[in-house]
C-alpha cells in the first residue's frame, strides 16, 4: 500500500526543515512512499520577482537575486551534511539549474518580454533544485530513495502556466518510471507543480499546483493497479479547524469532511486547501489528508468522498464583497429575465457568489476588487441597479443541512442584531450562506462558532 506525501514550502524552507521531511518520511514504516515536494518557501514569489526584474532590464538587481537565489540552496546543501559524493551531485544539479536560470532572465532581458513557456522554465527551478536535496537528505537519514524529474511522470498540454494534465498519459510514465522503483523498496521523490509539454517544454500547474501533482500522481498509481493508501498534504497548520482561528480562538480541528464540504469551506475563505486541485484523488476513493509538519503527532483533516455524519463541521467567512441589486417590474414572470442579467455577468468576466431572487428583483454578490461599471452601464438599460460595497459572506458548511430541522433558526438566533444584508439557502445541502456588513463580520463568525461548537 502506497502513500503519496506531499511537502508545501514551509515544510521543506531550510536545511533543517529538510531533515525534518527526511525523518519523517524514514520512520513512517510500511511500504515506500511518493514524494512530492514544493519549492523551499518564498522561492517561487522570488521567481517571479527575477523573471519581472529580467523583464524591465533592471540588470544590477537581476545578478544580485541570481546570487542571492543560488546562495539560499547552496547554503541549504551544507546544511545537509551529506557524503562527499552526494554532495557534489546535488552542487552538480544546482550549477546546471543556476546556469539555465541565469540564461532564461538574460534571454528575458534581451527581448524584453516574457513568453509564458519562458516564464513555466524560470518558475520551475525553485521544484527541481529542492526535490533533489530532499531525496539527497533521505538517503543521508539511511533511506533508499531515488529523485525523478517531474516533467519525465506529469504529462500536461501547452497551456504555459495553467497547465491541463493528461491523466492517461501521465499514468502511463507513472506505471514505467515510478512503479518499478516502489515495487522494488524504494521510495520516489519528485517535484510537485512541474509537468511537461507534449514536445518536451516544461509547463507548470498554477494555483495549488503541487497538491494537483500529488493528487494526479495518486490517481496515476491507483490507475496502473498499485493501491494507494491515502494522499498526506504536509503544510503548516494542523488540517481543517471549524473557524479561522485569527477571528475564533477557540477553533478546533475538523477529524473529517467531505468532499463538498472542502470545496465549501475553500470557496468562503478557508484556504487550507484547493478542492480542485484533489478532484483526481476524490474520484478515485483515495482519501486526502491535512496535516502539519511541523506537529506530526496531530491527526490533521481527512477529506473524503463521504465523511460520515450530519451537522455543522465548520463555519468561515469571505470579506471584500460587493452586492448589486439588481430589480425591474419587467422580471415579474417574465421569460429569460435571469439569463439576460447574468449574461451581462459573462459578457464583462465578472465571477458571481452568492444569488437570491425574488419576484422582481436579483441580488448578486461579487469580489470587491470586480471592475463593475460595464456591468452597471448594461444592467441599467433595462433595470435599476444600486450596489452596496464592503460586505462580508459568511458560511455555515456541513452535510445535511437542507434537510436537518432547525438549523437555520439557530444560525440566525445566534446571529441576533447583525444585520443580514441577503440570504442564500437551499441550492446546496452543505451550507448557509448570508451577507452581512464587513465590520460585523467577525463577530457574526465568532457567535456562530458559539453556538455550533462551544
Known amino acids: 500500500m502506497t502513500d503519496v506525501l506531499k511537502f508545501g514550502g514551509t515544510s521543506v524552507g531550510s536545511a533543517e526543515r529538510i531533515l525534518d521531511v527526511a525523518r519523517l518520511v524514514r520512520t513512517r514504516g510500511g511500504d515506500p512512499c511518493l514524494v512530492v515536494v514544493s519549492a523551499m518557501a518564498g522561492v517561487t514569489d522570488f521567481l517571479v520577482g527575477l523573471r519581472n526584474s529580467s523583464k524591465d532590464k533592471e540588470r544590477a538587481a537581476t545578478e544580485s537575486k541570481l546570487d542571492e537565489l543560488e546562495d ?4 541549504t546543501l551544507d546544511g545537509l551534511v551529506l557524503s562527499e559524493g552526494e554532495a557534489r551531485s546535488c552542487a552538480v544539479a544546482i550549477d546546471e539549474e543556476m546556469r539555465r536560470c541565469r540564461e532564461l532572465s538574460l534571454g528575458i532581458s534581451l527581448l524584453e518580454e516574457i513568453s509564458p513557456r519562458t516564464s513555466d522554465a524560470l518558475l520551475a527551478i525553485g521544484e527541481l533544485i529542492c526535490s533533489r536535496l530532499v531525496a539527497a537528505a533521505l538517503r543521508a537519514s539511511g533511506g533508499e530513495s531515488v529523485w525523478i524529474d517531474p516533467r519525465e511522470i506529469l504529462a ?3 497551456s504555459y502556466g495553467a497547465a491541463l494534465a493528461d491523466e492517461k498519459e501521465t499514468a502511463v510514465r507513472v506505471a514505467l518510471r515510478v512503479a518499478p522503483h516502489l515495487a522494488a523498496g524504494r521510495t520516489v521523490v519528485t517535484g510537485g507543480f512541474v509537468g511537461a509539454a507534449p514536445d518536451g517544454s516544461t509547463t507548470t500547474l498554477g494555483r495549488g499546483g503541487s497538491d494537483y501533482s500529488a493528487a494526479l500522481f495518486g490517481a496515476a498509481l491507483h490507475d496502473v493497479g498499485r493501491a494507494v493508501g491515502r494522499i498526506e498534504i504536509w503544510t503548516d497548520v494542523d488540517g481543517i479547524l471549524t473557524a479561522d482561528p485569527r477571528i475564533v480562538p477557540a477553533a478546533r480541528l475538523v ?6 464540504e472542502a470545496a465549501e469551506l475553500a470557496f468562503f475563505g478557508a484556504k487550507v486547501l484547493h478542492p480542485a486541485t484533489i478532484r483526481p484523488a476524490v474520484a478515485r476513493g483515495i482519501p486526502v489528508a491535512v496535516r502539519n509538519s511541523f506537529r506530526p503527532e496531530c491527526p490533521g483533516t481527512v477529506v473524503r468522498q463521504d465523511a460520515p455524519g ?10 471584500g464583497v460587493t452586492a448589486l441589486f439588481v430589480g425591474s417590474p419587467r422580471m415579474l414572470l417574465a421569460h429569460g429575465y435571469a439569463a439576460k442579467v447574468f449574461s ?3 459578457k464583462h468576466g465578472v465571477p458571481v457568489d452568492v444569488i437570491a431572487t425574488s419576484e422582481v428583483s436579483i441580488s448578486i454578490t461579487v469580489d470587491e476588487k470586480a471592475s463593475l461599471e460595464g456591468v452597471v452601464r448594461d444592467l441599467s438599460e433595462f433595470a435599476e441597479v444600486s450596489l452596496l460595497p464592503h460586505l462580508a459572506v459568511i458560511s455555515v458548511v456541513g452535510k445535511g443541512l437542507r434537510s436537518t430541522a432547525g438549523v437555520a433558526v439557530r444560525v440566525f438566533g445566534a446571529v441576533g442584531d447583525v444585520n443580514v444584508v441577503l440570504i442564500s439557502q437551499g441550492a446546496s445541502d452543505t451550507n448557509v450562506t448570508f451577507v452581512v456588513d464587513g465590520n460585523d463580520a467577525p463577530e457574526a463568525l465568532r457567535r456562530l462558532h458559539r453556538e455550533f461548537f462551544e
Do not use: I, L, Q
Open 72 to 75: 539560499r540552496h547552496r547554503a
Open 310 to 319: 450530519n451537522g455543522v463541521r465548520a463555519v468561515a467567512m469571505r470579506r
Open 344 to 346: 451581462v455577468f459573462e
Open 156 to 158: 500536461t498540454n501547452a
Open 255 to 260: 477529524p473529517e469532511v467531505s468532499y463538498p
